[in-house]
């Protein structure tokens, strides 16, 4: 699993206050089958991948193991 938060850019300068986050995860971790990439431009609330991304694709593996009965 990999989480992230960048800086934006605007106008070549950083742009205070501005981000985007990010998390990749797998699933299930021992053989993954199935891969989640969530990007947040400008998130609210929050600036972390862990944070703001990671628990949509919590919520996404989620629904997979609902689906498919695992």
């Known amino acids: ?3 992230g938060t ?3 850019y605007e106008n070549g300068r950083i742009a205070v206050g ?3 986050s ?3 995860g ?3 971790a021992d053989n993954p089958k199935y891969v ?3 990007v947040v431009d400008e998130p609210v609330g929050g600036t ?3 944070t703001v991304a990671a628990p949509l694709c919590k919520k996404i593996f989620e629904g997979i193991i609902n689906v498919k009965n695992l």
């Open 48 to 50: 972390y991948g862990s």
């Open 36 to 38: 989640c990439l969530v």
């Open 1 to 3: 699993m990999r989480r």
């Open 6 to 8: 960048a800086q934006k």
């Open 18 to 20: 501005k981000y985007v």
């Open 22 to 24: 990010s998390f990749v």
């Open 26 to 28: 797998y699933f299930p």
